[in-house]
């Protein structure tokens, strides 16, 4: 299920889809998506003759309708057509890079978050993060000692020559045409650093070199010229004094006491090792007995949701000096994804869990359950949903926080964590309770495929 394997990143990991199936069928999955570790590692700029790239497309727009469950729910066969006979006609005039933006285009035009091509991770990218507030890019890291530091704060406010307005809505379309808002401006945000689409948009005319406009709250506005290159081994970055959600942003599964506030906060930023650490964390949290629990998904891009549920919700579930009301918190966001989406709402049906933040930028009822193929000449790997998950059956296809609480530029500049703190602050003896959430069962969603009695 898509919800299992899917991460928020567009770019090519070495991974072969998983699925819950027999052994017989999962020897035949992995035989199949063997050549996909294989394709990753190729140019991300292949040269390729005309007839080469009409043949990729060709197949693309031949299998993607094919293979995907539901091709043409959000946009209709004729729109899709459409759009493969002009990219088509164009293909003669176009570079590589905005071939690769067309073909993403149409994939993203299929209107779910886990259906677009990947991008290749050899493809140039531009050592600076952008983060988004309200109307605003905000340029919040770059290496140390670049023209870009100085910059530090300041609102983008072109890239190349074109106004950044221009530039998002060209930025959108290379986004899931039918999730959330919040959900593609994430996924716009972080394409800001990505020479291929940058390139293959017509926002820089060249690759391997961005050109970013400034302008700092005082009014200073200077332009500055990156070159692309790997992550620096150390960041500048704002803020100064990070808090909690911001801090050791490598560990998948991360957990800090907080004794004056008799809370633990866990950042959970990724399934790859839950296994492991989930029990650790269980250990720990039965040894200190804190009385807040706090499991961030904030920044968690999916994996295996049948694991979250087994070592994470399970668990907690069990133990009732933390399952109860106004103990136990789950923050979640926009970049709260796939995965971690599901188990955000496995602990609000089965816990008594309140969820708070930002809304959920994955639509809850949607196609998802991707897999991959790889386009036969340039060997870009594009991506499809092969199954349709119902998470709620609210009139909304929305998954709400309980208590509400956005970060603001001015929060993250000084380095506040306004939601957390807002936990750590609640009266450990008020009894808080989850609001009512129409559509909301107590079987959790998906718990047919990972087992369990529910």
Same mark, same amino acid.
């Given at each position: 299920?898509?919800?299992?394997?899917?991460?928020?990143? $567009?770019?090519?990991?070495?991974?072969?889809?998983?699925?819950?199936?027999?052994?017989?069928?999962?020897?035949?999955?992995?035989?199949?998506?063997?050549?996909?570790?294989? *394709?990753?590692?190729?140019?991300?700029?292949?040269?390729?003759?005309?007839?080469?790239?009409?043949?990729?497309? *060709?197949?693309?727009?031949?299998?993607?309708?094919?293979?995907?469950?539901?091709?043409?729910?959000?946009?209709?066969?004729?729109?899709?057509?459409?759009?493969? /006979?002009?990219?088509?006609?164009?293909?003669?005039?176009?570079?590589?890079?905005?071939?690769?933006?067309?073909?993403?285009?149409?994939?993203?035009?299929?209107?779910?978050?886990?259906?677009?091509?990947?991008?290749?991770?050899?493809?140039?990218?531009?050592?600076?993060?952008?983060?988004?507030?309200?109307?605003?890019?905000?340029?919040?890291?770059?290496?140390?000692?670049?023209?870009?530091?100085?910059?530090?704060?300041?609102?983008?406010?072109?890239?190349?020559?074109?106004?950044?307005?221009?530039?998002?809505?060209r930025l959108l379309s290379l986004t899931p045409a039918g999730e959330t808002q919040p959900l593609r401006e994430v996924r716009a945000t972080s394409l800001l650093v990505d020479g291929m689409?940058? *390139? !293959?948009?017509?926002?820089?005319?060249?690759?391997?070199?961005?050109?970013?406009?400034?302008?700092?709250?005082?009014?200073?506005?200077?332009?500055?010229?990156?070159?692309?290159?790997? @992550?620096?081994?150390?960041?500048?970055?704002?803020?100064?004094?990070?808090?909690?959600?911001?801090?050791?942003?490598?560990? @998948?599964?991360?957990?800090?006491?907080?004794?004056?506030?008799?809370?633990?906060?866990?950042?959970?930023?990724?399934?790859?090792?839950?296994?492991?650490?989930?029990?650790?964390?269980?250990?720990?949290?039965?040894?200190?007995?804190?009385?807040?629990?706090?499991?961030?998904?904030?920044?968690?891009?999916?994996?295996?949701?049948?694991?979250?549920?087994?070592?994470?919700?399970?668990?907690?579930?069990?133990?009732?000096?933390?399952?109860?009301? !106004?103990?136990?918190?789950?923050?979640?966001?926009?970049?709260?994804?796939?995965?971690?989406?599901?188990?955000?709402? *496995?602990?609000?049906?089965?816990?008594? /869990?309140?969820?708070?933040?930002?809304?959920?930028?994955?639509?809850?009822?949607?196609?998802?359950?991707?897999?991959?193929?790889?386009?036969?000449?340039?060997?870009?790997?594009?991506?499809?949903? $092969?199954?349709?998950?119902?998470?709620?059956?609210?009139?909304?296809?929305?998954?709400?926080?309980?208590?509400?609480?956005?970060?603001?530029?001015?929060?993250?500049?000084?380095?506040?964590?306004?939601?957390?703190?807002?936990?750590?602050?609640?009266?450990?003896?008020?009894?808080?309770?989850?609001? /009512?959430?129409?559509?909301?069962?107590?079987?959790?969603?998906?718990?047919?495929?990972?087992?369990?009695?529910?």
């Amino acid at each position: 299920m898509a919800t299992r394997n899917d991460p928020l990143s $567009t770019r090519s990991r070495a991974r072969v889809p998983r699925t819950r199936a027999t052994t017989a069928s999962l020897l035949a999955l992995l035989l199949a998506a063997g050549p996909l570790l294989a *394709h990753d590692a190729v140019p991300a700029s292949p040269t390729l003759s005309t007839a080469q790239w009409r043949a990729d497309l *060709h197949y693309l727009a031949t299998e993607l309708p094919k293979r995907h469950v539901a091709p043409f729910w959000h946009l209709t066969r004729q729109q899709f057509e459409r759009e493969v /006979a002009a990219l088509d006609r164009r293909l003669p005039a176009l570079d590589p890079d905005q071939i690769f933006v067309g073909m993403d285009r149409i994939e993203n035009a299929i209107g779910d978050g886990h259906t677009y091509i990947r991008i290749p991770k050899d493809a140039p990218t531009f050592p600076l993060r952008f983060v988004r507030f309200g109307n605003d890019y905000r340029l919040v890291a770059s290496p140390p000692g670049s023209a870009a530091e100085a910059m530090l704060g300041a609102r983008l406010v072109e890239v190349g020559d074109t106004p950044v307005a221009e530039a998002q809505r060209r930025l959108l379309s290379l986004t899931p045409a039918g999730e959330t808002q919040p959900l593609r401006e994430v996924r716009a945000t972080s394409l800001l650093v990505d020479g291929m689409v940058l *390139h !293959g948009l017509g926002l820089i005319g060249d690759r391997a070199v961005a050109r970013y406009t400034l302008q700092a709250d005082d009014g200073t506005r200077r332009e500055i010229r990156v070159p692309a290159g790997p @992550a620096p081994s150390r960041w500048h970055e704002l803020p100064a004094s990070p808090p909690l959600s911001q801090q050791q942003p490598d560990a @998948a599964l991360a957990c800090t006491e907080l004794p004056a506030q008799q809370a633990m906060y866990c950042n959970f930023r990724s399934y790859r090792t839950l296994a492991t650490d989930a029990p650790r964390m269980l250990a720990q949290v039965d040894r200190t007995r804190p009385r807040r629990l706090i499991v961030d998904f904030r920044r968690n891009d999916g994996g295996d949701f049948c694991l979250g549920l087994k070592y994470l919700v399970d668990p907690i579930r069990a133990r009732p000096a933390i399952n109860r009301d !106004g103990h136990l918190f789950v923050l979640i966001g926009p970049r709260t994804f796939s995965a971690a989406m599901t188990n955000s709402v *496995h602990f609000r049906q089965l816990t008594h /869990a309140i969820l708070v933040g930002e809304p959920i930028g994955e639509k809850p009822n949607s196609y998802q359950e991707a897999r991959e193929m790889v386009l036969p000449n340039s060997k870009w790997v594009a991506r499809y949903s $092969t199954r349709l998950y119902r998470f709620t059956a609210g009139a909304e296809n929305l998954i709400r926080p309980d208590v509400a609480i956005p970060t603001t530029w001015q929060d993250y500049r000084a380095g506040k964590d306004p939601a957390l703190d807002w936990i750590l602050h609640a009266p450990l003896d008020a009894h808080l309770k989850p609001r /009512a959430w129409p559509g909301l069962g107590k079987v959790p969603a998906g718990s047919g495929i990972c087992g369990g009695d529910y």
